[in-house]
C-alpha cells in the first residue's frame, strides 16, 4: 500500500501471528518467543560465523 519494503520474514511472522489472532487461540507466546529469539540472534551468530571463518582462511591461506 505504502511501497516500503517488506521481507519474507516479515510477512510469514506477521502471518502466523494473524492467524493465531483469527483462530480465537489467542497468540501462542512461545511461538512469539521462538521468533523474536531468532531475529535476535541472527545477526550476531552469522557476525561470529563469518569472522571465524575469515580468521581460519587467513590462516589457511
Known amino acids: 500500500m505504502f511501497g516500503l519494503p517488506v521481507s ?12 493465531m489472532a483469527a483462530n480465537g487461540s489467542g497468540l501462542q507466546w512461545s511461538t512469539i518467543r521462538n ?3 531468532a531475529w535476535v540472534l541472527t545477526l550476531p551468530v552469522a557476525i ?4 571465524g571463518l575469515f ?6 591461506l
Open 8 to 19: 519474507t520474514t516479515h510477512v510469514l511472522s506477521s502471518g502466523v501471528a494473524g492467524t
Open 35 to 37: 521468533m523474536l529469539m
Open 48 to 51: 561470529t560465523l563469518s569472522a
Open 55 to 60: 580468521w581460519l582462511f587467513r590462516q589457511v
